[in-house]
T-cell receptor
Framework: NAGVTQTPKFQVLKTGQSMTLQCAQD?????MSWYRQDPGMGLRLIHY???????DQGEVPNGYNVSRSTTEDFPLRLLSAAPSQTSVYFC?????????????FGPGTRLTVL | AQSVTQLGSHVSVSEGALVLLRCNYS??????LFWYVQYPNQGLQLLLK??????LVKGINGFEAEFKKSETSFHLTKPSAHMSDAAEYFC???????????FGTGTSLTVIP
């Protein structure tokens, strides 16, 4: 199993550009989520999904969209990038929606918005 | 929303010394509790978790944590630090009836040879 994969590893955008961060898992996990990691702030939940076709907002959803058309994929879209979105983005998945399950994290995407 | 506090953003210990990383949560109902480790340029890995049962939880790499309800704490310890333990450590909580996780700000552990 590849686990949780994320692409790209690094990305530089100009203000106003849009892009999609890709996340895929091959473990047939029901729950997937996106976090951003900023210095001194830990990880903050952006959006999450408890199954295909079901998504919900986390703590910091503004400026991001998600969809979950398949169990495997959970892309994160930046609609109009802003410098405040410069961050490291992590995708995570777990077997079920129950919070006792272990979350598996991808290696991250380091995004810089100029 | 839940709140997680990790005291000390940077902790340094000598190799072979005790590691103690502190975590407190704010909740009237005890949540589920987790410790994750992040090595440089990598994603997070689960060290250990407390859901129910025994309050002393053992994890990987010799780490353990004790849930103390009266102190709303879940401190992480390891009796003897190893150089390979140098990493960032995150405490996280989730509500028993929810499916969102809340992370602390992290503690960077340095191990001095």
């Amino acid at each position: 199993n590849a686990g949780v994969t994320q692409t790209p590893k690094f990305q530089v955008l100009k203000t106003g550009q849009s892009m999609t961060l890709q996340c895929a898992q091959d473990m047939n996990h029901e729950y997937m989520s996106w976090y951003r990691q900023d210095p001194g702030m830990g990880l903050r939940l952006i959006h999450y999904s408890v199954g295909a076709g079901i998504t919900d907002q986390g703590e910091v959803p503004n400026g991001y969209n998600v969809s979950r058309s398949t169990t495997e994929d959970f892309p994160l879209r930046l609609l109009s990038a802003a410098p405040s979105q410069t961050s490291v983005y992590f995708c995570a998945s777990s077997y079920s929606r129950f919070s006792t399950d272990t979350q598996y994290f991808g290696p991250g995407t380091r995004l810089t918005v100029l | 929303a839940q709140s997680v506090t990790q005291l000390g953003s940077h902790v340094s210990v000598s190799e072979g010394a005790l590691v103690l990383l502190r975590c407190n949560y704010s909740s009237s109902v005890p949540p589920y509790l987790f410790w994750y480790v992040q090595y440089p340029n990598q994603g997070l890995q689960l060290l250990l978790k407390y859901t129910t049962g025994a309050t002393l939880v053992k994890g990987i790499n010799g780490f353990e944590a004790e849930f103390k309800k009266s102190e709303t704490s879940f401190h992480l310890t390891k009796p003897s630090a190893h150089m390979s333990d140098a990493a960032e450590y995150f405490c996280a909580v989730s509500e028993v009836t929810g499916n969102q996780f809340y992370f602390g700000t992290g503690t960077s552990l340095t191990v001095i040879p």
